[in-house]
């Protein structure tokens, strides 16, 4: 059965228009400024335009250089290669993971800054990924399948911090692979890309609880992080300029 995907309730907010882009396995959620309503048609044609571009940049330099899909670890690009693929190899070169680790949040990322130069508000979601640009307050709320935390709390992101990436791995739910056991590793970084990319690095060193310390020591290891939250059973860890607010 298809993932229902009812975090996405979580990005909904009055003021906002949410439409959805499904592309082969890319599955986009995005919630924009609802005074551009009547422009909503021209701004679905552009994101379906975004999603399609960025996919076949993808997938025609895996055509070409398969490794760069299936590598575990850092993988050096051409310096013609499109500028999305140059995105997904310095982030996985910074945090030493392989470069599709940062596939979800770079699209996401990319189609979100593109959309921000003519919508002031845009929010957009892929697998748990997401971009962020706002001239208002928002929470963004924590998806984990433990009763105790999903759907109560959230991150509240200022205006001013944005655009800004938040970017989650599990180990224990979803479909993205992790070599780790973390509930959920989630970090925060200007970069959706780097974000991502780091979300799959921290959750790779979490398996037990007493891996929560060297998973955020990692986290403020790296250029460009701003914030990292880390769930494992019972226990909870967090670092950064980031603030924990219920919903």
């Known amino acids: ?51 399609g571009d960025y996919r076949r940049d993808i997938e025609n330099y895996i055509r070409n250089y398969p490794i760069f899909e299936v590598s575990f670890r850092p993988v050096v690009v051409d310096s013609d290669a499109p500028e ?37 508000d845009v929010i957009v979601e892929n697998g748990g990924d997401v971009f962020i640009k706002s001239t208002r307050l928002r929470k963004v709320g924590i998806y984990c399948e433990r009763d105790e935390v999903s759907n109560r709390i959230g991150l ?52 037990e609880k007493k891996d929560i310390s060297k998973g955020i020591d990692f986290a403020r290891s790296i250029e460009g992080i701003k914030g990292v939250v880390i769930i494992k059973d019972d226990q909870f860890g967090l670092w950064g300029d980031i603030r924990i607010v219920s919903i």
Do not use: W
């Open 1 to 51: 059965m298809e993932d229902q995907r009812t975090y996405r309730e979580l990005f909904k907010s009055k003021d906002l228009v949410s439409f959805r882009v499904h592309q082969k396995e890319t599955d986009i959620y995005v919630a924009v400024d609802g005074r551009k309503k009547g422009n909503l048609k021209s701004i679905i044609d552009k994101t379906e335009k975004l999603v």
């Open 156 to 207: 509240e992101v200022y205006p001013e911090d944005t655009p800004l990436g938040i970017c989650a791995s599990s180990g224990t739910q979803g479909h993205s692979f992790s070599f780790g056991r973390a509930d959920l590793a989630v970090a925060i970084s200007n970069s959706t890309t780097l974000a991502d990319a780091c979300a799959t690095a921290v959750g790779n060193l979490i398996k």
């Open 84 to 120: 999305i693929i140059k995105d997904m190899a310095r982030a996985a070169l910074l945090v030493n993971v392989g470069p599709f680790a940062s596939v979800a949040g770079a699209i996401a990322g990319a189609v979100g800054r593109e959309l921000s130069e003519e919508v002031s």
